[in-house]
């Protein structure tokens, strides 16, 4: 049983934890010991953090993070950047590394995306909702 204050202590270490790497997803090597010191913490402490309040862990917030903001940066109503521009804003060093995450995260190749085809607004939702418990 987790005591009121650490839990207390958990999420706020959290919150602080979202919006660093808000602020810092594009940086190619932003790594959990980057987000800690920021938050001035543990990593022990903010991975229980992550696990404990958040569901989940910081590799997986982090790809969250990184792989919504690529959809956005894609999306033809925005007039998407190119693969390769979107990779670097988003804290890949090659294209490559962003279109393996993007398949294995969206079931679609960014290119495909960008190319139109199905709702993928709709196919967003469904990710969002079989993730969701």
Do not use: H
């Not at 602020?23 to 980057?34: A, N, P, S």
């Not at 693969?83 to 279109?99: C, D, I, K, N, P």
């Amino acid at each position: 049983m987790v005591r009121p204050k650490t839990k207390r202590n958990r999420v706020r270490l959290l919150s602080d934890a979202k919006r660093v790497i808000s602020k810092r997803y594009g940086e190619f090597d932003l790594g959990l010991v980057d987000v800690s010191e920021d938050v001035g913490c543990s990593t022990r402490q903010l991975q229980r953090a992550f696990r404990e309040v958040g569901g989940t862990n910081f590799r997986s917030y982090l790809l969250k993070v990184r792989m919504e903001r690529a959809r956005q940066l894609l999306s033809r109503e925005r007039r998407g950047l190119t693969v390769r521009e979107t990779a670097r804003r988003v804290g890949y060093r090659e294209a490559s590394g962003l279109r393996q995450q993007f398949v294995r995260y969206f079931g679609v190749s960014p290119s495909d995306m960008q190319r139109g085809g199905p709702d993928y607004d709709e196919l967003w939702k469904a990710v969002e909702r079989r993730r969701s418990p």
